[in-house]
């Protein structure tokens, strides 16, 4: 196995990867993605970044943390301890798995936040992560959160107000009358971007 992090991959201080074929994208003990390439690892690496995939923008939203994340670049070999077979007959030697094998037994094991084929129960992503919206799950707005006092200082000069009812749920309300959901305004309010009014 070989690990490197994601900021010695994006200053391309690791140009490849040769004879690895499954990849991990995590920060510490949590993962966020596994993949695999016929090609090479890094190059696949590098196509996230520039699609950019949601393992892409989530690097990208986490930003500068996220350049101290890990990848571990794991040969077939090094994915053995992880593909569970039946032997047929007593001390019977298995050696046979291919990497889709191999991608399918890490995924089910370390249940990736990504990662949806294969995980049926992905870890969720904790709440000191930005990018809940790429997952389908709307972290609650901490209102008193400074990180997002900028934004909201800047939605305020724009004409939004936010409105949190009896149930705690908050909905964005702008002075010409557009009325927004949290669930709506969060993707603007992770990227640093204000809701357009048109």
């Not at 499954?22 to 016929?38: E, N």
């Not at 006092?149 to 009358?177: E, F, K």
Request: hydrophobic share 35%.
């Amino acid at each position: 196995m070989k690990t490197t992090t994601i900021s010695q991959l994006l200053n391309k201080e690791v140009d490849h990867a040769l004879g690895h074929l499954i990849y991990v994208v995590r920060d510490g003990s949590l993962i966020f993605y596994v993949g695999q390439s016929r090609r090479d690892v890094v190059e696949r690496f590098w196509e996230h970044m520039q699609v950019p995939s949601r393992l892409g923008q989530l690097i990208r939203l986490n930003k500068p943390h996220s350049l101290q994340w890990q990848a571990d670049f794991y040969t077939l070999a090094d994915c053995q301890q992880f593909v569970r077979q039946k032997a047929l007959f007593p001390l019977q030697e298995w050696q046979h798995f291919d990497m889709d094998m191999a991608e399918q037994a890490i995924i089910a094991q370390m249940r990736p936040v990504l990662n949806r084929d294969f995980n049926p129960q992905p870890t969720p992503l904790p709440p000191g992560y930005k990018g809940h919206t790429l997952l389908g799950q709307t972290k609650p707005f901490p209102l008193d959160d400074p990180q997002y006092r900028p934004w909201l200082n800047r939605m305020s000069l724009q004409g939004w107000v936010y409105v949190q009812d009896d149930d705690g749920r908050i909905h964005w309300q702008h002075s010409s009358g557009k009325i927004l959901s949290d669930t709506a305004v969060a993707p603007y309010r992770e990227s640093g971007q204000l809701p357009p009014l048109a």
